[in-house]
Protein backbone atom coordinates (compact mmCIF):
# COMPACT_ATOMS: atom_id res chain seq x y z
CA UNK A 1 0.00 0.00 0.00
CA UNK A 2 1.57 3.55 -1.12
CA UNK A 3 1.69 6.29 1.76
CA UNK A 4 0.91 9.62 0.46
CA UNK A 5 4.31 11.92 0.83
CA UNK A 6 3.41 15.06 3.25
CA UNK A 7 3.89 18.14 0.82
CA UNK A 8 6.74 20.30 2.37
CA UNK A 9 5.98 23.35 4.33
CA UNK A 10 6.32 26.68 1.97
CA UNK A 11 8.38 29.18 2.93
CA UNK A 12 9.21 32.87 1.03
CA UNK A 13 11.93 34.66 1.29
CA UNK A 14 12.49 38.10 0.15
CA UNK A 15 16.07 39.98 -0.23
CA UNK A 16 17.18 42.20 -2.79
CA UNK A 17 20.72 40.48 -3.08
CA UNK A 18 20.09 37.40 -5.02
CA UNK A 19 23.16 36.05 -3.62
CA UNK A 20 21.48 35.62 -0.09
CA UNK A 21 18.07 34.44 -1.37
CA UNK A 22 20.20 31.37 -3.45
CA UNK A 23 21.88 30.96 -0.08
CA UNK A 24 18.44 31.16 2.10
CA UNK A 25 17.17 28.37 -0.43
CA UNK A 26 20.07 26.55 -0.59
CA UNK A 27 19.61 26.06 3.36
CA UNK A 28 15.83 24.77 3.46
CA UNK A 29 15.03 23.21 0.40
CA UNK A 30 15.62 19.73 1.84
CA UNK A 31 13.17 20.03 4.25
CA UNK A 32 10.79 22.88 2.81
CA UNK A 33 9.18 23.97 -0.69
CA UNK A 34 11.30 27.44 -0.69
CA UNK A 35 10.01 30.38 -2.77
CA UNK A 36 13.08 32.91 -3.58
CA UNK A 37 12.22 36.85 -4.63
CA UNK A 38 14.29 39.60 -4.81
CA UNK A 39 11.29 41.93 -5.78
CA UNK A 40 8.57 42.94 -2.92
CA UNK A 41 6.01 43.24 -5.51
CA UNK A 42 6.53 39.95 -7.14
CA UNK A 43 7.22 38.38 -3.66
CA UNK A 44 3.49 39.37 -2.31
CA UNK A 45 1.97 38.54 -5.79
CA UNK A 46 2.93 34.65 -5.53
CA UNK A 47 1.31 35.29 -1.79
CA UNK A 48 -1.54 36.00 -2.91
CA UNK A 49 -1.42 33.03 -5.43
CA UNK A 50 -0.15 30.75 -2.59
CA UNK A 51 -1.74 31.62 0.47
CA UNK A 52 -1.18 28.66 2.51
CA UNK A 53 2.48 29.57 3.17
CA UNK A 54 3.98 28.79 6.28
CA UNK A 55 6.55 31.12 7.08
CA UNK A 56 7.84 34.44 5.62
CA UNK A 57 11.75 35.56 5.61
CA UNK A 58 12.20 39.41 4.31
CA UNK A 59 15.20 41.32 4.36
CA UNK A 60 14.51 45.05 5.88
CA UNK A 61 16.86 47.37 3.90
CA UNK A 62 15.57 47.48 0.21
CA UNK A 63 14.73 49.80 -2.55
CA UNK A 64 10.92 50.86 -3.46
CA UNK A 65 10.05 48.47 -0.34
CA UNK A 66 11.42 48.07 2.92
CA UNK A 67 11.15 44.88 5.26
CA UNK A 68 8.81 46.80 7.38
CA UNK A 69 6.41 47.64 4.83
CA UNK A 70 6.60 43.92 3.12
CA UNK A 71 5.84 41.96 6.16
CA UNK A 72 2.58 44.65 6.96
CA UNK A 73 1.32 43.91 3.38
CA UNK A 74 1.85 40.33 3.56
CA UNK A 75 0.31 40.10 7.25
CA UNK A 76 -3.09 41.48 5.34
CA UNK A 77 -2.50 38.67 2.42
CA UNK A 78 -1.74 35.63 4.70
CA UNK A 79 -2.24 36.64 8.56
CA UNK A 80 -1.52 33.03 9.40
CA UNK A 81 2.05 32.97 7.92
CA UNK A 82 4.52 33.09 10.39
CA UNK A 83 6.79 36.35 9.60
CA UNK A 84 10.64 37.05 10.36
CA UNK A 85 12.95 39.85 10.01
CA UNK A 86 16.25 39.46 8.25
CA UNK A 87 18.37 42.57 8.67
CA UNK A 88 22.06 43.31 8.86
CA UNK A 89 21.32 46.88 10.40
CA UNK A 90 20.91 47.98 14.29
CA UNK A 91 18.29 50.99 13.19
CA UNK A 92 16.46 50.61 16.35
CA UNK A 93 13.00 52.62 14.67
CA UNK A 94 12.72 50.38 11.82
CA UNK A 95 12.96 47.27 14.14
CA UNK A 96 9.78 48.73 15.99
CA UNK A 97 8.18 49.71 12.58
CA UNK A 98 8.68 46.28 11.36
CA UNK A 99 7.34 44.60 15.28
CA UNK A 100 4.07 46.99 15.24
CA UNK A 101 3.32 46.83 11.51
CA UNK A 102 4.34 43.27 10.50
CA UNK A 103 4.04 41.65 13.94
CA UNK A 104 6.99 39.71 13.55
CA UNK A 105 8.30 36.21 14.91
CA UNK A 106 11.41 36.50 14.85
CA UNK A 107 14.68 38.82 13.93
CA UNK A 108 17.59 37.23 12.01
CA UNK A 109 20.88 39.25 11.40
CA UNK A 110 23.15 38.77 8.57
CA UNK A 111 25.04 36.85 8.09
CA UNK A 112 22.99 34.28 9.88
CA UNK A 113 24.77 30.70 10.22
CA UNK A 114 22.48 27.68 8.03
CA UNK A 115 21.86 26.06 11.96
CA UNK A 116 20.52 29.07 13.06
CA UNK A 117 18.32 29.76 9.99
CA UNK A 118 17.11 26.59 9.94
CA UNK A 119 16.23 26.49 13.59
CA UNK A 120 14.25 29.51 13.54
CA UNK A 121 12.45 28.71 10.23
CA UNK A 122 11.52 25.44 12.11
CA UNK A 123 10.24 27.46 14.86
CA UNK A 124 8.06 29.53 12.42
CA UNK A 125 6.61 26.47 10.69
CA UNK A 126 5.26 25.00 13.97
CA UNK A 127 3.70 28.29 15.28
CA UNK A 128 2.31 28.20 11.76
CA UNK A 129 0.88 24.87 12.11
CA UNK A 130 -0.47 25.58 16.08
CA UNK A 131 -2.41 28.43 14.76
CA UNK A 132 -4.21 26.87 11.98
CA UNK A 133 -4.90 23.63 13.63
CA UNK A 134 -6.23 25.49 16.39
CA UNK A 135 -8.82 27.58 14.39
CA UNK A 136 -9.65 24.06 12.62
CA UNK A 137 -10.19 22.57 15.91
CA UNK A 138 -12.17 25.81 17.29
CA UNK A 139 -14.45 25.47 13.91
CA UNK A 140 -15.21 22.24 13.93
CA UNK A 141 -15.59 21.83 17.85
CA UNK A 142 -17.77 25.09 18.33
CA UNK A 143 -19.88 24.15 15.56
CA UNK A 144 -20.31 20.55 16.36
CA UNK A 145 -21.40 21.84 19.90
CA UNK A 146 -23.60 24.47 18.86
CA UNK A 147 -25.59 22.12 16.23
CA UNK A 148 -26.42 19.91 19.45
CA UNK A 149 -27.64 22.52 21.42
CA UNK A 150 -29.52 23.58 18.76
CA UNK A 151 -31.19 20.42 18.03
CA UNK A 152 -32.27 20.30 21.76
CA UNK A 153 -33.58 23.65 21.14
CA UNK A 154 -35.68 22.86 18.55
CA UNK A 155 -37.21 20.34 20.75
CA UNK A 156 -37.91 23.15 23.56
CA UNK A 157 -38.73 25.75 20.88
CA UNK A 158 -39.28 24.41 17.47
CA UNK A 159 -40.56 28.48 16.41
CA UNK A 160 -37.03 30.13 17.54
CA UNK A 161 -34.80 26.18 16.15
CA UNK A 162 -36.37 27.69 12.77
CA UNK A 163 -35.33 30.87 12.53
CA UNK A 164 -32.09 30.00 13.81
CA UNK A 165 -31.71 27.60 10.93
CA UNK A 166 -32.98 30.16 8.34
CA UNK A 167 -30.58 33.14 9.49
CA UNK A 168 -27.98 30.17 9.21
CA UNK A 169 -28.33 29.57 5.83
CA UNK A 170 -29.01 33.17 4.90
CA UNK A 171 -26.21 34.66 6.81
CA UNK A 172 -23.95 31.80 5.07
CA UNK A 173 -25.32 32.46 1.72
CA UNK A 174 -24.65 36.23 1.72
CA UNK A 175 -21.09 35.43 3.07
CA UNK A 176 -20.35 33.38 0.62
CA UNK A 177 -21.51 35.90 -2.26
CA UNK A 178 -19.69 38.59 -0.62
CA UNK A 179 -16.50 36.53 -0.22
CA UNK A 180 -16.35 37.46 3.53
CA UNK A 181 -14.06 34.28 4.48
CA UNK A 182 -14.90 33.76 8.36
CA UNK A 183 -18.09 32.07 7.14
CA UNK A 184 -18.30 30.04 9.94
CA UNK A 185 -18.46 32.93 12.72
CA UNK A 186 -21.70 34.33 11.18
CA UNK A 187 -23.52 31.09 10.88
CA UNK A 188 -22.71 30.19 14.68
CA UNK A 189 -23.70 34.10 15.92
CA UNK A 190 -26.69 33.24 13.71
CA UNK A 191 -27.92 30.11 15.32
CA UNK A 192 -26.81 31.36 18.90
CA UNK A 193 -28.26 34.94 18.51
CA UNK A 194 -31.80 32.91 19.14
CA UNK A 195 -30.87 31.53 22.56
CA UNK A 196 -32.36 34.56 24.29
CA UNK A 197 -35.84 34.18 22.91
CA UNK A 198 -36.68 31.07 24.92
CA UNK A 199 -36.97 33.24 28.21
CA UNK A 200 -39.68 35.47 26.55
CA UNK A 201 -43.19 34.74 27.20
CA UNK A 202 -44.94 32.50 24.43
CA UNK A 203 -47.41 35.54 23.59
CA UNK A 204 -44.73 38.04 22.22
CA UNK A 205 -41.88 35.45 21.48
CA UNK A 206 -45.03 34.83 18.82
CA UNK A 207 -45.27 38.59 18.03
CA UNK A 208 -41.46 39.37 17.14
CA UNK A 209 -41.35 35.95 15.42
CA UNK A 210 -44.03 36.70 12.50
CA UNK A 211 -42.73 40.50 12.75
CA UNK A 212 -46.19 41.91 14.20
CA UNK A 213 -45.93 45.63 15.62
CA UNK A 214 -44.28 45.67 19.26
CA UNK A 215 -44.90 48.26 21.48
CA UNK A 216 -41.98 50.67 22.91
CA UNK A 217 -41.91 48.27 25.91
CA UNK A 218 -42.05 44.86 24.37
CA UNK A 219 -39.21 45.95 21.86
CA UNK A 220 -37.14 47.02 24.53
CA UNK A 221 -38.23 42.98 26.06
CA UNK A 222 -36.86 41.50 22.81
CA UNK A 223 -33.63 43.49 22.68
CA UNK A 224 -32.79 42.25 26.26
CA UNK A 225 -33.09 38.73 24.96
CA UNK A 226 -29.94 39.27 22.73
CA UNK A 227 -28.10 40.48 25.69
CA UNK A 228 -29.55 37.91 27.50
CA UNK A 229 -27.58 35.13 25.02
CA UNK A 230 -24.49 36.90 25.22
CA UNK A 231 -24.26 36.67 29.08
CA UNK A 232 -25.36 32.75 29.03
CA UNK A 233 -22.88 32.05 26.70
CA UNK A 234 -20.03 34.69 28.07
CA UNK A 235 -18.40 31.82 30.31
CA UNK A 236 -17.81 29.61 27.15
CA UNK A 237 -13.74 31.03 26.20
CA UNK A 238 -12.86 31.60 22.73
CA UNK A 239 -16.09 33.25 21.81
CA UNK A 240 -15.44 36.87 22.18
CA UNK A 241 -15.99 37.81 17.93
CA UNK A 242 -19.06 35.82 17.71
CA UNK A 243 -20.04 37.44 20.98
CA UNK A 244 -19.50 40.82 19.74
CA UNK A 245 -21.54 39.90 16.93
CA UNK A 246 -24.57 38.91 18.29
CA UNK A 247 -24.43 41.77 20.90
CA UNK A 248 -24.05 44.57 18.32
CA UNK A 249 -26.36 43.47 15.07
CA UNK A 250 -29.49 44.77 16.26
CA UNK A 251 -27.43 48.11 16.78
CA UNK A 252 -27.78 50.93 14.01
CA UNK A 253 -25.13 50.89 11.06
CA UNK A 254 -23.30 53.60 12.43
CA UNK A 255 -23.42 52.32 16.11
CA UNK A 256 -21.90 48.81 14.91
CA UNK A 257 -18.76 51.15 12.84
CA UNK A 258 -18.37 53.01 16.11
CA UNK A 259 -18.54 50.42 19.06
CA UNK A 260 -15.78 49.56 21.08
CA UNK A 261 -13.90 47.03 19.76
CA UNK A 262 -15.09 47.22 16.45
CA UNK A 263 -12.82 45.59 13.42
CA UNK A 264 -13.21 46.10 9.79
CA UNK A 265 -13.92 42.20 9.90
CA UNK A 266 -16.12 42.34 12.82
CA UNK A 267 -18.39 45.02 11.23
CA UNK A 268 -18.81 43.59 7.77
CA UNK A 269 -19.76 40.15 9.87
CA UNK A 270 -22.60 42.20 12.37
CA UNK A 271 -23.84 43.38 9.05
CA UNK A 272 -24.71 40.84 7.37
CA UNK A 273 -25.89 39.00 10.22
CA UNK A 274 -28.37 42.27 10.92
CA UNK A 275 -29.49 42.10 7.04
CA UNK A 276 -30.68 38.89 7.57
CA UNK A 277 -32.75 38.91 10.37
CA UNK A 278 -34.38 42.06 9.50
CA UNK A 279 -35.22 40.64 6.36
CA UNK A 280 -36.20 37.29 8.10
CA UNK A 281 -38.49 39.19 10.38
CA UNK A 282 -40.43 41.46 7.38
CA UNK A 283 -40.65 38.72 5.30
CA UNK A 284 -42.12 36.77 8.42
CA UNK A 285 -45.45 38.35 7.44
CA UNK A 286 -47.23 35.94 4.12
CA UNK A 287 -49.27 38.85 3.01
CA UNK A 288 -45.55 39.94 2.16
CA UNK A 289 -42.70 38.97 -0.47
CA UNK A 290 -39.04 38.96 -0.43
CA UNK A 291 -38.91 41.30 -2.91
CA UNK A 292 -41.55 43.87 -0.56
CA UNK A 293 -39.03 43.29 2.39
CA UNK A 294 -35.92 43.92 0.76
CA UNK A 295 -37.76 46.94 -1.09
CA UNK A 296 -38.93 48.20 2.91
CA UNK A 297 -35.31 47.67 3.81
CA UNK A 298 -34.12 50.42 1.13
CA UNK A 299 -36.30 52.51 2.21
CA UNK A 300 -34.80 52.37 5.54
CA UNK A 301 -32.09 55.59 5.48
CA UNK A 302 -28.52 54.43 5.22
CA UNK A 303 -29.17 51.19 7.84
CA UNK A 304 -27.68 48.94 6.06
CA UNK A 305 -24.65 48.33 4.14
CA UNK A 306 -25.68 48.51 0.55
CA UNK A 307 -23.15 45.88 -1.41
CA UNK A 308 -24.92 43.53 1.48
CA UNK A 309 -28.50 44.21 0.58
CA UNK A 310 -27.43 44.42 -3.31
CA UNK A 311 -26.19 41.04 -2.46
CA UNK A 312 -29.79 39.85 -0.44
CA UNK A 313 -31.71 41.04 -3.69
CA UNK A 314 -29.54 39.01 -5.83
CA UNK A 315 -30.00 35.62 -3.28
CA UNK A 316 -33.28 36.15 -2.52
CA UNK A 317 -34.97 39.04 -4.41
CA UNK A 318 -37.31 38.62 -7.29
CA UNK A 319 -35.15 37.82 -10.22
CA UNK A 320 -33.57 35.14 -8.23
CA UNK A 321 -33.59 31.65 -9.28
CA UNK A 322 -36.18 29.34 -7.20
CA UNK A 323 -35.00 25.71 -6.03
CA UNK A 324 -38.68 25.40 -4.71
CA UNK A 325 -40.36 22.52 -4.83
CA UNK A 326 -43.24 20.38 -3.56
CA UNK A 327 -42.64 16.83 -2.30
CA UNK A 328 -45.01 14.48 -0.17
CA UNK A 329 -43.71 13.89 2.81
CA UNK A 330 -42.31 10.39 2.46
CA UNK A 331 -39.81 11.83 -0.31
CA UNK A 332 -37.97 14.20 2.40
CA UNK A 333 -34.44 13.90 2.04
CA UNK A 334 -31.74 15.69 4.45
CA UNK A 335 -30.45 18.60 3.01
CA UNK A 336 -33.71 20.00 2.22
CA UNK A 337 -34.73 22.79 3.67
CA UNK A 338 -38.51 23.44 4.84
CA UNK A 339 -40.48 26.71 3.16
CA UNK A 340 -43.27 26.95 5.13
CA UNK A 341 -43.93 24.84 8.83
CA UNK A 342 -44.85 21.73 9.93
CA UNK A 343 -47.47 20.77 11.64
CA UNK A 344 -48.78 17.79 13.19
CA UNK A 345 -52.89 16.53 12.54
CA UNK A 346 -53.54 18.50 16.13
CA UNK A 347 -51.58 21.84 15.04
CA UNK A 348 -48.57 21.44 17.15
CA UNK A 349 -45.83 22.73 15.55
CA UNK A 350 -43.03 20.17 14.97
CA UNK A 351 -40.41 21.99 13.11
CA UNK A 352 -40.32 25.43 11.68
CA UNK A 353 -40.32 26.71 8.35
CA UNK A 354 -35.65 27.09 7.71
CA UNK A 355 -35.11 23.61 9.12
CA UNK A 356 -32.36 21.81 7.44
CA UNK A 357 -34.01 18.12 6.83
CA UNK A 358 -31.95 15.70 9.01
CA UNK A 359 -31.93 11.98 9.41
CA UNK A 360 -32.78 13.04 13.33
CA UNK A 361 -36.20 14.97 11.85
CA UNK A 362 -37.11 12.24 9.68
CA UNK A 363 -36.39 9.20 12.74
CA UNK A 364 -38.49 11.48 14.54
CA UNK A 365 -41.11 11.94 12.00
CA UNK A 366 -41.65 7.95 11.34
CA UNK A 367 -42.31 8.28 15.06
CA UNK A 368 -45.39 9.63 15.24
CA UNK A 369 -46.89 7.42 12.29
CA UNK A 370 -48.24 7.54 9.15
CA UNK A 371 -51.47 9.87 10.02
CA UNK A 372 -50.32 12.32 12.09
CA UNK A 373 -49.35 14.84 9.63
CA UNK A 374 -51.61 15.89 6.47
CA UNK A 375 -51.60 13.77 3.66
CA UNK A 376 -50.31 16.88 1.31
CA UNK A 377 -46.86 17.40 -0.37
CA UNK A 378 -44.25 20.16 1.09
CA UNK A 379 -42.92 22.87 -0.08
CA UNK A 380 -38.65 22.87 0.15
CA UNK A 381 -35.72 24.27 -1.28
CA UNK A 382 -33.69 21.86 -2.86
CA UNK A 383 -29.79 21.21 -2.13
CA UNK A 384 -28.25 23.33 -4.83
CA UNK A 385 -27.27 19.78 -6.07
CA UNK A 386 -30.58 18.69 -6.77
CA UNK A 387 -32.37 21.94 -8.06
CA UNK A 388 -29.36 21.67 -10.55
CA UNK A 389 -30.08 18.81 -11.99
CA UNK A 390 -34.05 19.51 -11.83
Not at 35 to 50: F, K, N
Not at 274 to 289: I, M, N, Q, T, Y
Request: net charge negative; glycine share 6%; with cysteine.
Amino acid sequence: MAVARREKPKVLCLDDEPAVVEGIARSLRKVYTVLPHTRGDEALSDLERQPDVAAVISDMRMPAMNGAQFLARARDIAPDATRMLLTGQTDLDAAISAVNDGQIFRFLTKPCAPPALRGAVAAAVAQHRLVTSERVLLQKTLRGSVEVMMEVLGLVSPTYFGRATRLRHLAADLAAELGYEAEWEIEVAAMLAQLGYVALPPALAEKAYFGRPLAPEERAEVERAFTKAVEMLAPIPRLDRILWIIEHHRRPRSGIETARGATDDLVRATEILKVAADFDELSADPRGSAQLAIDTMRGRDDAYAHDVLDALERLRGGGHRSRIAEVPLDALQPGMILVDDLHLQNGILLVARGYEVTDHLLERMRGYGPDAFADAPVRVILPRDDAQAA
